[in-house]
């Protein structure tokens, strides 16, 4: 499988790293010549360009895998499933939610993979939960909620929604499969005008579960975190923790008499399996090239992508009214 | 001083046992008469009475400390204020904004105490937080938010908001000092028809400030936690922590350079302040007492609890929307 | 069964309170009048006596409940079994081996239960600790160590083996089951002279096992924490936890090669089991009156006393030394 | 400054990525032939040769640095002293008192630089423990206690002492300052005969002071863990932890009253200052450049380092007794 890359930069080095190992990476494309100066030595069997244009004119080209800046996604990605290529963009694939739909559809006419760089959903600790979630382990889903904080690397560009928020939804439509029918954000730019640094984002679903995210870079804890609410077990995945990354609680609420209508709670033992430390970006890259091969189903992964850039696309609204 | 407590039940029997050794614990009342008959031998001091008339009644009683429950709280404490005694009533004093005004002015026209029950504003380490905000050490507050959550007790007459939200409200109105001028609730009644058992709540204030509160009984963690984000430094209160309760990060966002605009993050210190371990019920006590012998500024206090009932009538109107 | 108490001081009330739950006090003793007195009003059915041998010469009383000072417990409980009456006798039973051998010879010569307070024995945590060895599940136990650590009350007159050690000690040997061959204890004494304040213990067993105290009233970590290694899986009872008192980790040490004689270590799951919240001084009153009442091994429960009390008359003189 | 690296093997690569910045990186020694072909792609401008010889018989070379197997380490430290060069030798330098003493010596008599690599002296966290026993905040030293335990790497080669315990110990000594009067090691070989997989040591001082060490590659938990114990103030330095290294307690016992002899405790505020995040093997290396340059007192460096392989000299021989 030959897979070209575009865009060197913060992202780019490890994609380039993992599809070295995984594929033939033949092409490095990016519009500074240092960069493919530097790349080019440690991957001297790729070709290096400034031109875009290269990568798609190859005919032995299978897959481009874009790593640009956000505002260039749609369009990058657009010009290569024209051009016939299989498609792995770094997320959010697109900032509207019809530019994205186009995507999908380009993808669909021409039976492409059109797959966006939602790292958690490779991560062996979320894929856990969506385990527990979909064997029905944790009795009905009630509600999902992500905590994902800190002090940290504060944009002036992007917000939280955007640049936090995008990780956290991705797993809640995911794990809850739906499309929200209430999507409602507040929030505050503090530093920036215009760029909000903390945002609370409140979602309700057609089957009536809901979620939430709490998304802050002015934050005395560093929290990266998903909570899953059974009406069963309830469980934690944790990204800060080392060796506990996934908490089960063997706990939750039951009717004690139909007669009262009481509400008992029940504790229980807490188990804590022990999760594969792959790295999930090597899982995320195989899943691209599987599905190039055939392996999966493309169109879902398409079809999920666009979700949550619908999803981010009525947040933003919400948060701007 | 002369103290009359109304509702042996949950609550009550801290409020005797704290009354009987701060003041002269003169009357007890409850409907039960078994309840009344093991307080009695417990306080042989207290007179014991199933009628509430007998206390308003006593022309040496000085005030009354109500610990009924809640849907009576507003009769109660307006009987007893036009009878001319002070009030201490459990929190919430009124379910309606309109009634919580009717009692204030009542108690102001007389110049009696009206106090409500908010026991955390007398917990020494929200009064640490009180400390911090008002001396400007933590900078301009830009963000308060809070965690209450817990498997816990499961109620069937008071949602997550009335029950848990109260306590959180109280601190968050008190360290800010505003009305809100957005006050949003989402959430859910999964257990029981019309009662949330997990509640979000937003609020912005018309400095620009903004707050937050976490609400469930369906939860595997068990939180009782406030956070206060200060442009300088930012303030946990954990009410879990036993020898840790308040911790203060000497860390913040600051604008490295006003040219570019560019925010940068920085982090410091963390101190772990002793906090006196006093008994906030005890301290809660005392300030009623005081407030009545004129220490303290008793329409303040009054007021203050207004603006929590006020708060909550609003939030309860969005969720129910 | 009619029980009799000495001894009403700081661990009296807590066994007068749970043997007029579970039997018929008879008796209470204490050479303080105004302790009686107060005692008298709460458990107007028994009867109170300056004079221990009051209760000895009860044809009716079953049982002698000792809670004096320390260096009164062999000489109490000896006469207790001398009149013929069962025994309960608090930690430690006698300073002395020989004084121990003693009452245990006196009570297997009248099979008269004789029962040291060996409250951490009764923990429903520590009992799942016994099951999993006893179970085989951790694999041969190669190591057990504790920590008793804190900044607590200070003693002047019983060191931290004796005053701390007493608690962990009781357990390693009912673990492990056997007379250690080496019993070995480093400290000093930094407050008081002739009092060890920070005590190191290290017995080795004959069968191979090895087992470590770390006992200090000068610690600013607040420890109470029990670890056996096994070869198969390790187990951590943790009396500091609310909610995870045990935790089990499926993990240990396995050999990979027999012919490289290589040895791996292995990670795996890690499980909490819920523990029962019973009061473990309840459940060791009820498990005196089963003794009594012919439920249990009497003559192990004694000899395991014994066991205790000669490994700490060995650590004391290895501490001396 | 010249400086030659000899062994390319587990902890060489770091060294040479940091002398290859800091210094001039001048001869790469290794046995394996591809080991100095890899590295010789990565530092050009480093001549490479499987012969020590060369670097000791190179005029223009200041230093070596050894990073080869432990028992070769005072053979080759000892070679490269009577050539006239300064030494950096991984740790231990010697696995006998007498031979460490032999190379301090011929240190002294050619005022050369004799430098164990005691990484931890350099860690940032540790060197603030320094700074609080040194400058008297913490009062009196009264103990000094260390946990390295794990389940990790099990050696068949060198025991937890060797391999876990020579960290500590560095720090032990050089908190302390003095040889100890007391050196007593217990333990166990349960995986590999003679080699110990669980140690613990015990120090007394001439001034009173006591350290303990707990090591142990059996273990579940996961600890690198230091607590001073001062009269005044204790102090805790914790490397598992990422922003909490260094903890500070202001409690300490302190003597209430002359007349009786009685000892309180005092609890206080705990202060978490922050400290730098430099690799501490940077300011190793560059530590050792600045001696060569005639900062610091490369005599005491040398004893320090003697003081060290005495200690674990006098263990081993007591682990074995």
Chains 1, 2, 3, 4 share one sequence.
């Not at 080209?61 to 640009?68: N, S, Y």
């Not at 991705?170 to 809850?176: D, K, N, Y």
């Amino acid at each position: 499988m030959r897979v070209g890359l575009v865009g060197l930069g913060y992202w780019g080095p490890n994609l380039a790293r993992n599809f070295d190992l995984l594929a033939d990476l033949a092409w490095l494309c990016d519009l500074d010549e240092q960069q493919r100066a530097g790349f080019s030595t440690r991957y001297p069997r790729a070709q290096t360009t400034g031109d875009y244009a290269d990568l798609l004119a190859d005919p032995e080209l299978d897959a481009v895998v874009i790593a640009t800046p956000v505002p260039t996604h749609y369009d990058l990605a657009k010009q290569a499933l024209e051009a016939g290529k299989h498609v792995l963009v770094e997320k959010p694939p697109a900032m509207k939610a019809r530019e994205m739909d186009d995507l999908v559809e380009i993808a669909a006419g021409r039976d492409l993979v059109l797959m966006p760089g939602h790292l958690l959903l490779y991560h062996p600790g979320v894929r856990k939960l969506k385990e527990l979630v979909d064997s029905g382990e944790l009795g009905d889903v009630l509600c999902v909620y992500t905590n994902r904080q800190n002090l940290g690397i504060v944009r002036t560009n992007e917000n939280a929604l955007w640049s936090l928020g995008v990780h956290d939804l991705s797993v809640i439509l995911w794990l809850i499969g739906e499309d929200p029918v209430e999507a409602i954000a507040h929030g505050r730019d503090f530093l920036t005008e215009g760029v909000e640094d903390v945002v609370f984002c409140y979602l309700r679903f057609p089957s009536g579960k809901i979620a939430h995210m709490h998304l802050s870079w002015l934050d005395p804890h560093k929290m990266r975190k998903m909570t899953v609410v059974g009406r069963e077990r309830m469980v934690v995945f944790d990204d800060m923790e080392l060796e506990r990354k996934v908490t089960v609680y063997e706990k939750g609420p039951w009717k004690q008499s139909e007669a009262y209508g009481e509400w008992q709670t029940r504790s229980g033992d807490i188990h804590i399996p022990k999760i594969d430390t792959s790295e999930p970006l090597r899982i995320e890259c195989q899943a691209f090239l599987d599905l190039i091969a055939g392996d999966g189903d493309r169109r879902t992964v398409a079809e999920d992508g666009a979700m949550v850039v619908r999803a981010l696309d009525r947040l933003t609204e919400s948060l701007r009214a």
